[in-house]
């Protein structure tokens, strides 16, 4: 929707600058503000709220409000502006923004300030804002106080262009400004703003602004055809494909089967991608490195010459370190200017998008015909997907890593599905089965925190078709905030909570032998109930007794709302199974 004309509100001085600044975003491509409350930022609440164009959420916790953005964000590849007063408020959207550094997420923070003169000399809720987070946004800028200044008002637009430019190039991530505000907060009448109106040619104003189009660099088809005659007389090579949230799934998967096929190289794929969701397409896609390589004998076997990795390597411990003793030439492409290389190995950074890479491609006339290690690759993991599903299928029992199982066998096709971090990330690693489903998986791995978990999820499904989060009790206790969004919520998410009464993630650590502290400093029992919780808030609960109950409530999610599916389990004996699965899978 375009508004009829500009949205300039000449009520006084500060309502004129951010109209122009909410004008100016919007026509950059900004669609959805999250307002949190507070005094010094009334006139940007104002002015997001005034406009017609964009969809206003107000927000209570601003630490909830800023992974709400966050989620928005992801959903939509574009940023999500978040706004606040000064003081404090902006300190808890500091692990949001650090979230959006790291895992390459649109964010444009917008903090109302104190002027200068109010600042140092204890004026209240004024405290040192400038450069608030660091290093860790893309481009930071502290605005000149309001000013009905024409230049001014042109320096404003500009700015705002160049800070919505900077959360998308030349790699996504947040951008923050800082922005002060002198009285009359409230748009309270000034003549000197109104009496600018009549000679203010807003369309011309504005006329010139447009979404920024990505800027074009890519490797030389040269350099393409050079890397390329590296690799295709290797018949030792594996892809590696880590954590990727790509905008075209598919075309994703399309670009890195093709890779995969033109080389005769199996294709390791993280859960945590889109891979193992579109397994049609890639017929040499291998889902249980992790347990394959566990045996010794497969492990040393199997060493590469050569690795692509694609983006973040996967969260294996096993196969990183497999990938360490390997020892071999190693190449990483990926789009940004990040270090992806945690081996410290040395390894070639091709900065291109493996979608680019694979449609400029020179083909050969036929694929090779896949080689003794390919072949080698794809009967273990015949073999190993065979045992394992079977193995899982068959348990009647609540233990965690079915949860994660389960969903990859009834989810409703292309359902949004957040993956909270901790255990449940690894148990999709290990067990999630591939198929068809074209489920579209979402993960805070930038930091790999446990905060926002829930109000992340949350705004990835808003608007869009009804998801689901899978999260342990810690992490969704440290973020119940979230829930007071029911009611600014708009969609359907359904939580499935594994409860096993601490932090899983723990016991699966050498300081799990030593107890105490171990039970009271790491795996933090809370003992909640929550059912009672859910009630506080107006969410449905159900507590899961059996698979079958879980299974037939997940085949078909519902339209509105939020539900919580509390599964009941034991940390100790499901760390105990995994081992056990996992090590002997192939003994």
């Not at 929707?1 to 001085?13: A, G, H, K, Y």
């Not at 959903?75 to 550094?101: D, H, K, W």
């Not at 799934?249 to 080389?263: D, F, N, R, V, W």
């Not at 899983?504 to 929550?530: N, R, S, W, Y």
């Amino acid at each position: 929707m375009q508004p009829s004309q500009p949205l300039i509100d000449f009520r006084n001085t500060n309502t004129v600058w951010a109209s122009i600044l909410v004008e100016t975003l919007w026509r950059s491509g900004l669609r959805r503000a999250i307002l949190c409350p507070g005094s010094r930022s009334t006139p940007l609440t104002i002015a997001f709220t005034r406009h017609r164009a964009i969809e206003s959420i107000p927000v209570l916790d601003e630490r909830s409000a800023a992974f709400f953005a966050l989620g928005l964000a992801k959903q939509s590849a574009i940023a999500t502006a978040l706004v606040c007063t000064s003081g404090t408020a902006g300190a808890n959207f500091y692990p949001a923004a650090i979230e959006a550094r790291e895992s390459r997420v649109p964010l444009l923070v917008l903090t109302a300030d104190r002027p200068p003169e109010l600042r140092d000399c204890h004026a209240g809720q004024a405290i040192d804002q400038v450069k608030f987070y660091g290093d860790y946004p893309n481009w930071y800028a502290e605005l000149a106080t309001p000013s009905l200044d024409r230049s001014l008002l042109q320096y404003l637009r500009e700015t705002a262009i160049r800070a919505w430019r900077h959360t998308l190039f030349p790699v996504p991530g947040p951008v923050h400004l800082n922005l002060p505000f002198r009285d009359p907060l409230a748009p309270l009448p000034q003549p000197e703003a109104a009496a600018l109106a009549p000679d203010f040619d807003a369309e011309g104003f504005f006329a010139s602004i447009r979404p920024p189009q990505r800027p074009q660099w890519e490797l030389s088809d040269v350099a393409i055809a050079s890397v390329l005659s590296q690799w295709q007389p290797c018949d030792r090579g594996v892809i590696v494909a880590g954590v990727a949230q790509p905008p075209d799934p598919q075309g994703y998967c399309e670009a890195i089967a093709i890779l995969s096929q033109t080389l005769g190289w199996p294709v390791l794929a993280e859960a945590l991608s889109p891979l193992r969701n579109f397994a049609r397409l890639n017929p040499y896609l291998i889902s249980t490195y992790d347990p394959i390589l566990r045996h010794p004998t497969h492990a040393d076997r199997l060493k590469p010459e050569m690795v692509v990795q694609i983006g973040p390597l996967p969260t294996s411990k096993v196969l990183r370190s497999w990938l360490a003793s390997a020892q071999a030439q190693h190449w990483i492409v990926d789009p940004g200017d990040r270090n992806l290389n945690p081996l410290h190995d040395r390894a070639v950074h091709l900065p291109t998008a493996i979608e680019a890479l694979a449609a400029r491609r020179s083909p050969a006339s036929t694929p090779p015909l896949p080689s003794a290690y390919l072949k080698t690759w794809l009967d273990l993991e015949r073999e190993g997907r065979s045992r394992l599903d079977e193995t899982i299928a068959a348990l009647d029992g609540a233990i965690e890593p079915k949860a994660a199982w389960l969903l990859s066998q009834v989810l409703p096709p292309a359902t949004p599905l957040f993956i909270a971090n901790s255990m449940p990330v690894r148990d999709l690693e290990w067990f999630w089965s591939p198929g068809n489903r074209h489920v579209r998986p979402f993960v805070n791995r930038g930091a790999n925190g446990i905060d926002g978990t829930l109000s992340t999820a949350l705004g990835i499904c808003h608007g869009d078709r009804p998801g689901v989060l899978l999260t342990g009790d810690l992490a969704f206790l440290h973020d119940t905030n979230g829930l007071l969004m029911s009611r600014q919520f708009v969609g359907h998410l359904t939580v499935i909570l594994i409860n096993n009464n601490g932090g899983g993630i723990f016991e699966m650590l050498p300081i799990a032998q030593f107890d105490p502290p171990f039970e009271t400093f790491f795996a933090t029992p809370q003992a909640v109930d929550f059912g009672p919780l859910c009630t506080a808030y107006g969410i449905e609960y159900q507590a899961i007794a059996t698979w079958t109950q879980l299974e037939a409530l997940l085949h078909s999610l519902p339209d509105r709302g939020i539900r919580l599916l509390e599964v009941r389990t034991d940390r100790r004996h499901d760390t105990l199974w995994r081992r056990d699965c996992l090590c002997k899978l192939f003994f």
